[in-house]
């Protein structure tokens, strides 16, 4: 996470971007490391000790995923990331509903793109798309997803927690309504796994999406979870030795799924402890901003919401101005990293409908594990100071 000190001998950029990625946590990777270094071993050789050996340190770590979700270790399926679950799952459940006569697909106009194009690229096989909206707050209209829900749904899959504005959808209602219909559920809830208590039993979702990188785990591994009653709902995506029961072949990372399994470990551990200082961080920054006299918006609800997630709006500031002014001090961002540098205004802000000019002012600011009260100080006054003088710019017309 610390960069070298910048050209000049300044302090480097205060991480603030939580949303995109976490640094690994060094107890994360003081488990990796033995599988990086000395112990070789490929987890699907069972004829000896090595591969054994390995398969039993993957068979661990799987269960400690499945621990942190309230799944079994078997509902779980080692991928890449959260990309390549949200492709296997929904494309799977998509292929399967529509072989017994299921065509519909139910998602939401503020999903991450690799939700949003996956759904968007069933249309042309024939499948139908409903997408919904959101209300100002960024929450779904439960009725609208009723009414959606036909006896034709295959699956729905809304994320559990925003990305962006980090809004929590009331996932274990909207799970009973596609229930309702005959549908499979999916969230993708890369966000929320590590940071909001999650029980898939309780909440009734059939098919999840994880992904370590952000839960201070190693990035290019993540999970998807399968129900077992769904089980036979869901296509591979990637076929060859036929590892992890046929659901995704390939070599296992060892290390990775090692890292990751502790990763799931410390989150369980420290939610609830982690949960309560992140939401005083957000509090003290914007208390911060208020005594400075800087007058904000906020996208999305406040509650429930992810702790440690802003998405801000400044009224006459245009968001890339505010990352240039503020981009030697603090790495904040508009919109998400995973639409890979546009500098379109983010689709989510967008979608509240609280019209253009407030969506290309928004920056996300999120803090996380490694944060430091006096971070959050440097970094609150650093944006009010900022913000006051874009704004004095764009009222005179001349920086002077
Ligand atoms: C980061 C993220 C993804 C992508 O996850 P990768 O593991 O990087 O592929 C998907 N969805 C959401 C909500 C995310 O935040």
Same mark, same amino acid.
């Given at each position: $996470?610390?960069?070298?000190?910048?050209?000049?001998?300044?302090?480097? %950029?205060?991480?603030?971007?939580?949303? /995109?990625? #976490? %640094?690994?946590?060094?107890?994360?990777?003081?488990?990796?490391?033995?599988?990086?270094?000395?112990?070789?071993?490929? %987890?699907?050789?069972?004829?000896?000790?090595?591969?054994?050996?390995?398969?039993?340190?993957?068979?661990?770590?799987?269960?400690?995923?499945?621990?942190?979700?309230?799944?079994?270790?078997?509902?779980?399926?080692? #991928?890449? +990331?959260? #990309?390549?679950?949200?492709?296997? &799952?929904?494309?799977?459940?998509?292929?399967?509903? *529509?072989?017994? +006569?299921?065509?519909?697909?139910?998602?939401?106009?503020?999903?991450?793109?690799?939700?949003?194009?996956?759904?968007?690229?069933?249309?042309?096989?024939?499948?139908?798309?409903? #997408?919904?909206?959101?209300?100002? !707050?960024?929450?779904?209209?439960? @009725? /609208?997803?009723?009414?959606?829900?036909?006896? !034709?749904?295959?699956?729905?899959?809304?994320? !559990?927690?925003?990305?962006?504005? =980090?809004?929590?959808?009331?996932?274990? @209602?909207?799970?009973? &309504?596609?229930?309702? +219909?005959?549908?499979?559920?999916?969230?993708?809830?890369?966000?929320?796994?590590?940071?909001?208590?999650?029980?898939?039993? @309780?909440?009734?979702?059939?098919? $999840?999406?994880?992904?370590?990188?952000?839960?201070?785990?190693?990035?290019?591994?993540?999970?998807?979870?399968?129900?077992?009653?769904?089980?036979?709902?869901?296509?591979?995506?990637?076929?060859?030795?036929?590892?992890?029961?046929?659901?995704?072949?390939?070599?296992?990372?060892?290390?990775?799924?090692?890292?990751?399994?502790? *990763?799931?470990?410390?989150?369980?551990?420290?939610?609830?402890?982690?949960?309560?200082? &992140?939401?005083?961080?957000?509090?003290?920054?914007?208390?911060?901003?208020?005594?400075?006299?800087?007058?904000?918006?906020?996208?999305?609800? $406040?509650? %429930?919401?992810?702790?440690?997630?802003?998405?801000?709006?400044?009224?006459?500031?245009?968001?890339?101005?505010?990352?240039?002014?503020?981009?030697?001090?603090?790495?904040?961002?508009? =919109?998400?990293?995973?639409?890979?540098?546009?500098?379109?205004?983010?689709?989510?802000?967008?979608?509240?409908?609280?019209?253009?000019?407030?969506?290309?002012? *928004?920056?996300?600011?999120?803090?996380?594990?490694?944060?430091?009260?006096?971070?959050?100080?440097?970094?609150?006054?650093?944006?009010?100071?900022?913000? @006051?003088?874009?704004?004095?710019?764009?009222?005179?017309?001349?920086? +002077?």
């Amino acid at each position: $996470m610390t960069l070298p000190e910048q050209p000049d001998g300044a302090p480097p %950029p205060i991480y603030l971007d939580y949303q /995109a990625t #976490t %640094p690994l946590d060094p107890r994360v990777l003081d488990a990796m490391l033995p599988y990086l270094t000395s112990r070789v071993g490929n %987890p699907h050789s069972s004829t000896h000790q090595h591969g054994r050996e390995a398969m039993r340190a993957v068979e661990d770590a799987r269960g400690q995923v499945a621990a942190l979700i309230g799944a079994q270790p078997n509902e779980l399926i080692f #991928t890449s +990331g959260a #990309t390549e679950s949200n492709n296997m &799952l929904i494309r799977g459940a998509a292929a399967a509903g *529509a072989r017994s +006569g299921r065509n519909r697909v139910i998602t939401c106009a503020t999903e991450h793109q690799a939700v949003l194009k996956v759904a968007q690229s069933l249309i042309a096989q024939g499948h139908d798309l409903v #997408t919904l909206s959101v209300d100002q !707050t960024g929450l779904i209209n439960p @009725a /609208a997803f009723t009414q959606a829900a036909t006896d !034709t749904l295959a699956v729905a899959t809304i994320m !559990t927690a925003n990305n962006e504005i =980090g809004v929590v959808q009331p996932i274990a @209602a909207l799970a009973e &309504l596609a229930h309702a +219909g005959g549908g499979l559920f999916h969230s993708d809830a890369a966000q929320a796994v590590g940071k909001l208590a999650i029980d898939v039993a @309780a909440l009734g979702v059939d098919l $999840m999406s994880l992904s370590a990188h952000k839960l201070y785990g190693p990035m290019g591994i993540g999970a998807a979870y399968i129900a077992s009653r769904a089980r036979r709902r869901i296509d591979p995506l990637i076929l060859g030795g036929g590892q992890q029961g046929g659901h995704r072949s390939g070599t296992l990372p060892v290390a990775l799924c090692v890292g990751f399994g502790e *990763a799931c470990r410390i989150s369980l551990a420290e939610m609830a402890v982690e949960t309560r200082r &992140l939401d005083q961080y957000r509090a003290d920054f914007l208390d911060i901003l208020r005594e400075e006299g800087i007058a904000f918006d906020i996208n999305g609800a $406040m509650a %429930p919401r992810l702790s440690g997630n802003l998405n801000l709006s400044f009224a006459g500031v245009d968001a890339e101005a505010l990352l240039m002014r503020t981009g030697r001090h603090l790495s904040i961002s508009s =919109g998400s990293a995973c639409t890979t540098e546009s500098l379109d205004p983010s689709h989510v802000v967008l979608a509240l409908h609280v019209g253009r000019d407030r969506a290309e002012s *928004a920056v996300r600011i999120s803090f996380g594990r490694m944060t430091t009260a006096e971070e959050v100080t440097i970094a609150a006054r650093c944006v009010a100071k900022a913000v @006051a003088r874009l704004r004095t710019v764009s009222y005179t017309g001349s920086e +002077g």
